[in-house]
């Protein structure tokens, strides 16, 4: 089954610097790469996602990059704020379009701190 | 759109009790819902996988008899922990996959924080 690593496990950051989360997963079947954001106490929330298909996807100051032959992805956000802080998990796993699979297999997630 | 509830949000039963959660989307249809659990400052275990009309899947090492799940609708699905101890006390989070638009994405419910004494 699928396995993802997650590095670092907490990372703080001053306020404006960019951070950066790895994450490489073991089943090379999976095609499908989101990120969630969990603020303490609350459900997770997706931010952004990548498929198999594409090699980097961005939104505003959230980036994700894959690299299929190496089995790893990455989030990056620049420009950090003091609300960027909270845990963020990466997940891997495969799709099938328009059926019933998808189950995710989750990273152990990482504590993001932004200080002011 | 996309949003999951689940209700309760916290339970507290007593050890040997069973006790139902009920995830539910409420603006769009899930044929497909998963369970997760998540102890604290940890990450998201996946459970099982709830397919409507079908019979859920389960994670190595998750017990299916004391896990019940029912996906009887497009828009419920339940997760009813039986006889439960202590060690089943954690946070359960289900997730459901909408049907519209064949995506990919998954929209998480708030949680239940389950307290067994």
């Known amino acids: 089954g699928e396995n993802v690593e997650q590095h670092p496990s907490t990372l703080s950051v001053q306020e404006g610097d960019s951070a950066v989360i790895k994450c490489t997963y073991s089943?090379?079947?999976?095609?499908?790469f989101p990120w969630y954001k969990q603020e303490l106490g609350k459900r997770p929330q997706l931010i952004i996602d990548i498929r198999s298909n594409v090699g980097e996807k961005k939104d505003q100051r959230i980036a994700v990059t894959l690299n299929k032959t190496a089995k790893h992805f990455s989030l990056h956000i620049t420009e950090t704020q003091p609300e960027d802080s909270a845990v963020y998990f990466c997940a891997a796993g495969f799709m099938n379009y328009g059926g019933s699979q998808g189950n995710l297999i989750f990273g152990k997630g990482t504590k993001l701190s932004v200080k002011p | 759109g996309a949003v999951v509830s689940q209700h309760p949000s916290w339970v507290i039963c007593k050890s040997g009790t069973s006790v139902k959660i009920e995830c539910r989307s409420l603006?769009?249809?899930?044929?497909?819902m998963f369970w997760y659990r998540q102890f604290p400052k940890q990450s998201l275990m996946l459970m099982a996988t709830s397919n409507e009309g079908s019979k859920a899947t389960y994670e190595q090492g998750v017990e299916k008899d004391k896990f019940l799940i029912n996906h009887a609708s497009l828009t419920l699905s339940t997760l009813t922990v039986t006889s439960a101890h202590p060690e089943d006390s954690s946070f359960y989070i289900c997730s459901a996959r909408p049907d519209r638009g064949r995506g990919y994405e998954q929209y998480f419910g708030p949680g239940t924080r389950l307290t067994v004494t």
């Open positions: 089943d090379s079947a999976s095609n499908y």
């Open positions: 603006d769009f249809q899930a044929t497909t």
